[in-house]
């Protein structure tokens, strides 16, 4: 099957969740690699979607699962949350929220939703999110990366990271999903030629293969953990906008879908 038929059957699959699962998506999305803009030729699609259940599911005494794990094989890896989880998450500005948002590649979407982005965007504390991605970039590092021979593709898995820790602490907005929108800021300009030539052979083949430590990759990233550390500890926490105007998002969610 080419991408596009792919697609069609994403869009088929989301109904059947509906139907089956008895809940209404609100928004739908492409996370991982086809969403970064450096998807390998079979790469898998890594679907992400938001959905309300109808209300007196959320009255119950016994709790309903706030996760719905619809499907997981070589080609579709999808899954979702409830609106009343995303919510609480994003209270805590989780970093995730912000992707889903945020990704290029929508799936399906409502005027809810869009109507909700501004007050998902007002949640966004820049020192979690630099927290976040240091944290990830340095986990994928160590992961990795360490060894004398890496698979050449994980790199990415701690540039982009990385990269998004000098987007938010230059514009202090939650980072763009496209890793080329990252590409533009000086820190890459650095080591730009060796970015292109990992991206040009991931994008061209299935696998990037193994091969030997890049010195000079690796010097980047090391001397950038130390900065971004820095970086970090020179925000300040931020105070959020409090429950109030979740609840209410929340409560206008089955207005409406009804």
Same mark, same amino acid.
């Given at each position: ?69 619809y499907q ?16 609480? @998450? !994003?209270?805590?500005?989780?970093? =995730?929220?912000?992707?889903? +948002?945020?990704?290029? /590649? ?43 021979q890496v ?8 540039l982009r ?36 030539? @990992? !991206?040009?052979?991931?994008?061209? =083949?299935?696998?990037?293969? +193994?091969?030997?430590? /890049? ?44």
């Amino acid at each position: 099957m080419n991408e596009t038929e792919i697609q069609k059957q994403i869009i088929l699959k989301l109904s059947e969740i509906e139907q089956q699962e008895h809940v209404t998506i609100l928004h739908a999305v492409e996370s991982g690699s086809r969403a970064w803009g450096f998807a390998s030729p079979d790469s898998d699609f890594d679907v992400r979607f938001i959905y309300i259940r109808q209300k007196d599911d959320y009255l119950k005494l016994n709790p309903v699962r706030d996760v719905i794990e619809y499907q997981l094989d070589d080609v579709f890896d999808i899954n979702g949350w409830d609106l009343q989880k995303m919510l609480k @998450l !994003l209270y805590k500005s989780n970093p =995730t929220v912000f992707e889903w +948002t945020n990704s290029p /590649i929508v799936y399906r979407t409502s005027e809810y939703f869009q109507n909700l982005k501004p007050l998902i965007n007002s949640y966004f504390s820049p020192k979690t999110g630099i927290c976040h991605y240091l944290a990830t970039a340095k986990h994928n590092y160590h992961a990795y990366c360490e060894k004398e021979q890496v698979r050449m593709k994980k790199y990415f898995y701690v540039l982009r990271p990385l990269l998004a820790c000098y987007w938010i602490a230059e514009y202090q907005t939650p980072p763009p999903m496209l890793f080329a929108d990252l590409c533009t800021l000086p820190q890459e300009k650095q080591i730009d030629s060796l970015v292109q030539n @990992l !991206l040009a052979v991931k994008m061209q =083949t299935s696998e990037l293969g +193994t091969g030997a430590k /890049i010195p000079e990759l690796d010097r980047w990233i090391h001397q950038n953990f130390d900065a971004v550390t820095q970086i970090a500890e020179s925000f300040a926490g931020t105070v959020n906008a409090g429950w109030n105007p979740l609840n209410s998002a929340f409560l206008q969610s089955f207005l409406s879908a009804g």
